[in-house]
């Protein structure tokens, strides 16, 4: 690990920026001695009350979600699906409530603790192809819900790759069908061409800088 952490000013910026700024930045998960590592390449945006597809929509406030209203740069990992942990970055300043989902990376760094996680993965790029991949694989859980994402516990790191306009696809996100015209709203970002994305729409990959 070489690059430094993002600054919290990152998370204050606008969610949809920092959805778009995420990629291509790794995410570091610390677990005792071992430090696994894993960039970024596909992320969602949620824009809080007046987003249906929002954990947050009409101002809701549960035990759930209340890490969504913390100040930008925490961690809102919530239980899904009675199966799946999901992790998203939060953004903003305290109760506004906006948040990216983490949809998607690549390992970088403990693969092999990786692949222990994720037995059933039969190649390295379904390693973390999904939010609830991500999650088992780098064992996140309820245990890092409002985590600060510049601790020793997770953290993110700077790009150490060049992403350009052009390498960012856009889509409307996935499994928000139930959220009316936020269904169809352009709020899912991944990176074209890379292997590791959950979707089948893929292009170019990010040129190494």
Known sequence: MSSAKLPREFYLQDTIAAARALLGCVLWRRIGRELLGARLVEVEAYLGAN????????????????????????????????????????????????AVLLRAAEPVRGIESMRARRPKAKRD??????????????????????????????????????????????????????????????????????????GAARGRSPRAR
């Open 51 to 98: 987003d249906m597809a929002s954990h947050a929509r009409r101002g809701l406030r549960s035990p759930r979600n209340a890490s969504m209203y913390l100040d930008g740069g925490h961690a809102y990992v919530y239980f899904t699906y009675g199966m799946h942990w999901c992790m998203n970055v939060v953004t903003q300043e305290a109760d506004i409530a906006e």
């Open 125 to 198: 790029v379904d390693l973390m192809n999904g939010p609830g991949k991500l999650c088992s694989a780098l064992a996140i859980d309820r245990a890092l819900d409002g985590e600060p994402l510049d601790g020793k516990r997770l953290f993110i790191t700077e790009r150490e790759v060049e992403v350009g306009e052009d390498d960012i696809a856009v889509s409307p996100r996935i499994g928000v069908d139930y959220s009316g015209d936020a269904a169809h709203w352009p709020l899912r970002f991944f990176l074209r061409g890379n292997p590791n994305v959950s």
